[in-house]
C-alpha cells in the first residue's frame, strides 16, 4: 500500500458509474432515448455518486452517442436528478466542450492517450497535440465553473502497441498537475493492467502530488479487472469507474473487453464493511434487466449469482 495513503477501512471510496457511456458505445443495437431516462433514473436511485450520461462525439462515429445533449437536460432539473448526483460527460475537442456546457454537464472528463496510436484512432491526433488541446479545453470548462477530471488513457499498455513506459505516463499527469488540475484518472482502456503495475503507476502518480484525487478506470479485457481495483485501492486511489452488468470497451482499441462490473465492485466494498448506502439489489436488477434488453449473457457475476448475503444466512 502506498505508505502516505489511509487504510482502505478508513476512506470513503467514490463510485462512478460509467455504463450509459463505456457501456454502451459498444452496442451496435442502439438504445432509445426513453429507454436510456429509465435505465438513469435507475442509476440515480442506487445511491452511486456520479453518473456519466454519455459522450459528445459525432453520431456517425458512435451512433449510441447521438442523444447525449437531449439526456443530459432531461435530468439537469431536481425534479429529474432528486438525489443530486453529478452529471459527467466526455468531451474530446472544442465542439463537444461547447455542446456540454449549453446542456448541463457537472463533470467534464477528457483524456489524452499515452500510446501514440490508440491516441491518432481516438481523436486523430499525436499525443503532444491532444494534451495541449485538452488542457485548454480544461481551462475553459473550468472558467466556467464546472468540474473537470483529466485522465492519462491506455496508461497501462496499449493492444497496438504494447507495454506503454511509465515514465511516459508520467510525464503526462505532471503537465496536468502544474497547471493546477488535481483530478486525474489513469485508464487500463485495453485492459493490459496487473496488479503489480496499477500499484506502482499509481503510487508514483501520488508521489507526485499528495492532493492529487486519483481514479481508477479498469477493463477486464483478461480478467484482471476486479484485481487491479483492489490494487489501486490499496495504493490509495479513492474514485473508480465501472459499468452495470460489466458492459462496454473502447471502440477504438484493438481489442474491447468490458469495463469492471459496478454491483461485482459495490458488493466487494459492502463484504469489507464499506458504502453500506449503495443499494446493490437495485443495480442487481439493473443489471439483470439489461442482460434481459440485449438478450444475451452480460459480463458480471453478481447480478447472476446472487450477493453472498442473500445465500449464507447466519
Known amino acids: 500500500m502506498n505508505a502516505g495513503a489511509p487504510s482502505p477501512a478508513a476512506r470513503k471510496f467514490r463510485l462512478h458509474e460509467v455504463g ?10 442502439v438504445v432509445p432515448l426513453a429507454q436510456k431516462i429509465r435505465w438513469t433514473e435507475a442509476l440515480l436511485a442506487t445511491g452511486v455518486d456520479l453518473v456519466q450520461l454519455g459522450s459528445f462525439v459525432h453520431p456517425d462515429k458512435v451512433p449510441q452517442m447521438a442523444d447525449t445533449d437531449a439526456l443530459f ?20 475537442n472544442e465542439k463537444g466542450l461547447a455542446r456540454g456546457l449549453d446542456c448541463g454537464v457537472g463533470l467534464f472528463c477528457m483524456g489524452v492517450s499515452a500510446s501514440e496510436t490508440h491516441s491518432r484512432k481516438n481523436t486523430g491526433m499525436t499525443i503532444a497535440k491532444a494534451t495541449a488541446r485538452i488542457m485548454a479545453m480544461a481551462r475553459t470548462a473550468t472558467g466556467e465553473g464546472k468540474r473537470v477530471q483529466l485522465s492519462v488513457q491506455s496508461a497501462f499498455g496499449c ?22 488540475f488535481r483530478s486525474i484518472s489513469l485508464a487500463d482502456t485495453a485492459g ?12 508514483a502518480v501520488l508521489a507526485q502530488d499528495k492532493n492529487v484525487e486519483c481514479t481508477g478506470h479498469f477493463h477486464n479485457t483478461y480478467g484482471l479487472g476486479m484485481a487491479n481495483c483492489c490494487a489501486a485501492l490499496e495504493a490509495g486511489v479513492q474514485c473508480f469507474e465501472s459499468a452495470v452488468a460489466g458492459l462496454g470497451g473502447c471502440p477504438f482499441t484493438k481489442v474491447a473487453g ?8 459495490v458488493h466487494y466494498w459492502q463484504r469489507m464493511g464499506q458504502r453500506p448506502e449503495i443499494d446493490l ?3 442487481v436488477a439493473l443489471a439483470r434487466e439489461m442482460s434481459r434488453y440485449f438478450n444475451r449473457e452480460l459480463p458480471g457475476l453478481v447480478h447472476k449469482i446472487a450477493p453472498v448475503a442473500t ?3 447466519p
Open 281 to 283: 439489489s437495485k443495480l
Open 73 to 92: 437536460r432531461h435530468f439537469s432539473t431536481p425534479e429529474h436528478n432528486p438525489h443530486d448526483v453529478v452529471l459527467s460527460g466526455l468531451v474530446l
Open 20 to 29: 450509459l457511456r463505456d457501456g454502451l458505445q459498444m452496442e451496435p443495437q
Open 159 to 180: 493492444g497496438f502497441e504494447g507495454p506503454v513506459q511509465p515514465e511516459r505516463v508520467l510525464s503526462i499527469v505532471s503537465q496536468f498537475l502544474d497547471a493546477g
Open 192 to 203: 493490459l493492467a496487473t496488479p503489480t503495475q496499477v500499484a506502482e503507476l499509481f503510487g
Open 258 to 265: 468490458g469495463n469492471v462490473c459496478t454491483e461485482d465492485l
Open 311 to 313: 445465500l449464507v444466512r
